[in-house]
């Protein structure tokens, strides 16, 4: 009943419906610090890709949906969507069904839906030149030749002023295609790897959606001083 509630409230107070802008400033230059956060995890629909190293961010996704109870039952924009709330502020959950090198096409009518600035859209993608298992959150920056972002800043018209938390999922052997690589599955020491930093990544989300990025990035930053 309180989960209920907890929906109800988000849809009817803290999400604006239809708003035909792309906002692309700061948050605080919006007034805009009651929308919710978009959380996107990256990946490829299909039973045949799940497990492998390109959906870490629909796993990451998936993850936290199952430990705040945020049910991802909403097909919008090509994606499927959650809509819930994190300690009472306001959070969507979202796994494009564009594939994942064309997020873009889902994620920017996703924006204009729950009108959201480009600072509080989170993706959550893999990446081969971090170590396998190791978070990486940061504010902003380039597209590390990810097809997806590549993808989403030019739907984003070239903004690249979006958080990301990247998993990182190993380098592919020599003389390994890297498009073979994402595809494939994780060894068992490292599924065990994958998903314990995966139920760290669900406790950085609870971070960005009730202190904001920053203070993620300073929590990530006094463990990794702490261990």
């Known amino acids: 009943m309180l989960l209920r509630r ?3 409230t988000v849809s009817a107070g803290f999400l604006r419906r239809g ?5 692309t400033s700061d948050v605080e230059e919006n007034g805009l610090q009651n929308t919710p956060w978009l959380f996107v995890g ?3 629909p299909g039973s045949k890709f799940i497990g492998t190293r390109h959906n870490v961010g629909f796993e990451m996704i998936e993850a936290v949906s199952r430990i705040e109870g945020i049910v991802l039952n909403i097909e919008r924009h090509r994606a499927i969507v959650g809509e819930g709330t994190i300690a009472d502020f306001p959070v969507v959950l979202a ?4 594939y994942a090198n064309l997020i873009g096409e889902s994620v920017v009518p996703l924006m204009e839906h729950y009108n959201v600035p480009v600072g509080k859209i989170v993706v959550m993608v893999e990446d081969m030149n971090v170590r396998i298992a190791k978070l990486q959150l940061v504010l902003k920056g380039g597209h590390g030749d990810h097809k997806g972002l590549i993808n989403l800043i030019a739907h984003l018209q070239g903004n690249r002023n979006f958080p ?3 998993m990182g999922i190993g380098l592919p052997p020599e003389k390994m295609d890297p498009k073979a690589f ?6 068992e020491q490292e599924r065990k790897m994958i998903d314990k930093s995966i139920l760290q990544g669900v406790d950085i989300v609870r ?3 009730t202190h904001g990025v920053h203070a993620a990035i300073d929590s990530m930053n006094k463990t990794k001083a702490a261990a």
């Open 6 to 8: 907890s929906l109800a």
């Open 19 to 23: 708003a035909r802008h792309i906002c």
């Open 42 to 44: 990256i990946g490829n």
């Open 95 to 98: 796994k494009p069904q564009t």
């Open 164 to 166: 990301r938390l990247r």
């Open 182 to 187: 994402v595809l494939q599955r994780f060894c």
């Open 207 to 209: 971070v960005i959606a």
